[in-house]
């Protein structure tokens, strides 16, 4: 029984705890009472059966021990009309799709501009995504106590501000969009390339990111909503492809294009060509555009990379970052030969910015062993 319940907590927590959240109405209470109806699944299930919809059923067991729980400390923590307001509530497994769209639900609460923008990115991370504090602090170059106090202090905000959890109306979307664009291709690349953890790839949360971006996208149809689908949907297009039997990484140069999936591709390719044309577009688009140029591309050789450099160019004047520099860089690598991309490359590392960066000293590796610059290239190896 418990290889099923761990199952069933791997695909379905985040969604669980989600719903828990709304209903609830405290992130805390939600987490305790999700775990105690995962360890009461594990001795009841053996007895009597997994139920015919175990997320509805740990969904209701958790919603009432948190009842419970409510009660007991009422006099201490609760006011009446919450306990009132809790109990009310509509039983959550009469519903599927409310529950199925409570995971957007809470990144909208948690990229409420009443929350300080780093808040709003470590307590989604921790609780639309799952990931540990520890994780969140690696993610974000922090001490975990760092972390945890700006999650606290989220979370005590949400709950003092009476920050609703619910998708806002049209008025208010367009205004906290940027936040929950970033946010959800935040779970998008958790999920493409784990940040932590013996799997390179987490399949599931790149799932469920593509899952919301669909959702997003018919509640606001704004470009860049249709741009960061495009992009997910063409990354994700190679995910067959992107790790060999061993859970080894293969470079986009060495994948069997055969294995990407060509409906995703032709979708992404699609909605590119949609929010290009609105002339509305930014970010997410510009890259959705490279990405589809790789995807259309019937070989690594085949690549049109005087293509790709000028969207380089355009991505450039939207947000001139190093990390942008450094991909043109390497755009320029493969249209006009490795010592073109090196002398930028070189040319980034003395500025500094990046010096800290492993993959700044990857592509400088692979552009030296191009050009049989062997020693530079075990050393940047080395470095990266």
Known sequence: MKPIVDQIYHTES?????TLIRLLGDF???EEAMHEAFAIALQKWK???VPDNPRAWLISTARFKAIDQIRRQARFDYSLDTINDVIAAEDPSLDEQQIEDDPLRLIFTCCHPALAEDARLALTLREVCGMTTEEVAHAFLKKPTTIAQRIVRAKNKIREAG?????PETDQLTERLQSVLQVIYLIFNEGYSASNGEQLVKHELATEAIRLGKLLKKLLPEPEVTGLLALMLLQDSRRYARVDTNGELITLEEQDRNLWDQQQIQQGCELVIQALASQRFGLFTLQAAIAA???????????????IVGLYDALLQFNNSPVIRLNRAVAIAMHQGPAAGLTIIEDLLTQGELNHYHLIYAAKADLC???????TARLAYQQA
């Open 47 to 49: 007895l009597d059966g």
């Open 14 to 18: 985040r969604q669980i705890l989600s």
């Open 163 to 167: 920050i609703p959890y619910e998708v």
């Open 28 to 30: 805390d209470l939600a």
């Open 293 to 307: 140029v790789h995807a259309e591309a019937k070989s690594f050789e085949q690549t049109d990379w005087q293509q």
């Open 369 to 375: 062993r191009r050009i049989n610059q062997f020693d």
